[in-house]
């Protein structure tokens, strides 16, 4: 049985930016593994930045589309083995 899907809540007052710790949690997980982020402000930015520093890399799938906060899945993608 899998561990229970790690969560990046960046509403919480964090010595790291929204990016940072997002990248962070790329850093950590394997290809096909996923986390929750949780964000206080819309993160489409953030996807778009991501989009453009690790092409292929990321698949984002949006599961609540604030406010109050929008919830999104980030999976690490196939394409990551690459890099």
């Known amino acids: 049985m899998a561990g ?9 007052e964090a010595t790291q930016s929204c990016a940072e710790q997002t990248n962070n949690a790329l850093d950590e997980i394997a290809v096909g593994e996923s986390f929750l982020l949780i ?3 819309d993160p489409i930015g953030l996807r778009y930045m991501l989009a453009a520093e690790r092409p292929g890399v990321v698949d984002w ?10 919830r999104v899945r980030v999976r690490k993608g ?3 083995d690459a890099r």
Do not use: K, S
């Open 4 to 12: 229970a899907e790690r969560v990046v809540d960046t509403r919480v």
């Open 39 to 41: 964000a206080d402000h």
């Open 61 to 70: 799938e949006l599961l609540d589309d604030g406010p109050p906060y929008w």
């Open 78 to 80: 196939e394409t990551a």
